[in-house]
Nanobody, 123 residues
Framework: QVQLVESGGGLVQVGGSLRLSCAASGSILSINEMGWYRQAPGKQRELVATIISGGNTDYADSVKGRFTISRDNAKNTVYLQMNSLKPEDTAVYYC?????????????????WGQGTQVTVSS
């Protein structure tokens, strides 16, 4: 099986920074896309940023210029550097990954989610 473990959330003041990490472990052949999503109370989960194995990235308009996604393929880890944080960034942040792993049918891609980490930005 595969697990995604997130870390780095917490409480920060407006304008502050946080760095989230998400490490994938288990029977992994490769990881294609990795990404971060967030869900605020009473709202749907939304995309924050994604990065593919080659390094191309994509960001939600609301975080462009403030957040940076990166990954370490050797460590199967994705990071989210969050700067200039705003109260509206408060949410539970989830990482996900498209993992190619062995199955009864050979190697297949599977989609995994982390357990979530709380980010709270106080004004």
């Amino acid at each position: 099986q595969v697990q995604l473990v997130e870390s780095g959330g917490g409480l920060v003041q407006v304008g502050g920074s946080l760095r989230l990490s998400c490490a994938a472990s288990g029977s992994i052949l490769s990881i294609n896309e990795m990404g971060w999503y967030r869900q605020a109370p009473g709202k749907q989960r939304e995309l924050v940023a994604t990065i593919i194995s080659g390094g191309n990235t994509d960001y939600a308009d609301s975080v462009k210029g403030r957040f940076t996604i990166s990954r370490d393929n050797a460590k199967n880890t994705v990071y989210l550097q969050m700067n200039s944080l705003k109260p509206e960034d408060t949410a539970v942040y989830y990482c996900n990954a498209d993992v190619v792993r062995p199955s009864d049918f050979g190697y297949r891609p599977y989609h995994y989610w982390g357990q979530g980490t709380q980010v709270t930005v106080s004004s």
